[in-house]
């Protein structure tokens, strides 16, 4: 699958307007007469990025972008809502996954591989400093994310406080935390992987119900964000089958 990427003013303006699924429109620094443009596309829940010339050039293979380029998203958004229904309609409690800044477009698609095959209800991830739904997460997701709800939201705070309401526990999962296998992850259980580089946020962090953690046996001291995902989530399904 390749990036599906619109360039040129009026194109980029009148994909905004359809109601195309723009995931991030490049603006170019300095570039003059751009307002509305910008508006639309924050109002339509897009990702904009200030851009050098150059990496316009390049979105637009040399074409003539005006300052202006868009990559669509790979696939559709859902809303948490959205998530949350899919677990009423199982008659199950909420499974859920949380990725909370994970930039790296391999370990996001395999995080939504993992979640689709372990029957996740859904992904949730932040609209900033996240890898998005690109033609590259689709690929590594091995298209699981034609199957599996993947939700984008400004705020993960916020939207950890929402699915807490809904009775959602929410766990964290970081180095100093409780053994995972000491920890009690049945009924509504979202659980939140943090960015490769530096974990949970401060404020995710402080929001989580319960922080686990993965036993280390070895000289090194983490484990990829994708595998730790996998580990708990199937952890998870463990305890709700009841073995």
Not at 139 to 163: C, E, F, H, M, P
């Amino acid at each position: 699958m390749q990036e599906q990427v619109i360039y040129g003013r009026n194109a980029v303006t009148e994909a905004l307007r359809a109601g195309k699924a723009v995931d991030t429109v490049y603006i170019q620094r300095g570039a003059g007469g751009l307002g509305k443009l910008t508006a639309l596309a924050k109002e339509n829940g897009a990702v904009v990025k200030d851009a050098a010339p150059d990496k316009l050039d390049e979105l637009s293979a040399g074409g003539k972008h005006g300052g202006v380029a868009a990559v669509m998203s790979a696939a559709e958004y859902s809303t948490v809502e959205d998530i949350l229904k899919v677990s009423a309609e199982k008659g199950k409690p909420p499974f859920i996954i949380i990725a909370d800044e994970i930039q790296d477009p391999h370990n996001l698609g395999a995080i939504i591989r993992t979640a689709e095959a372990a029957g996740a209800d859904g992904v949730i991830i932040p609209k900033r400093r996240s890898a998005a739904l690109t033609s590259t997460v689709f690929k590594t997701s091995a298209g699981a994310a034609s199957w599996v709800k993947v939700a984008r939201v400004s705020n993960l705070v916020d939207t950890i406080k929402q699915l807490k309401a809904a009775g959602v526990w929410v766990y964290g999962a970081e180095a100093d935390g409780e053994p995972f296998r000491e920890a009690d992850m049945s009924g509504a259980a979202a659980l939140v992987i943090g960015s490769e580089g530096y974990g949970l946020g401060r404020l995710v962090r402080e929001n989580c119900d319960k922080i686990v953690s993965i036993d280390m046996y070895g000289n090194i001291n983490s484990l990829n964000a994708s595998v730790s995902a996998g580990i708990l989530m199937y952890e998870i399904v463990r305890i709700r089958r009841g073995k």
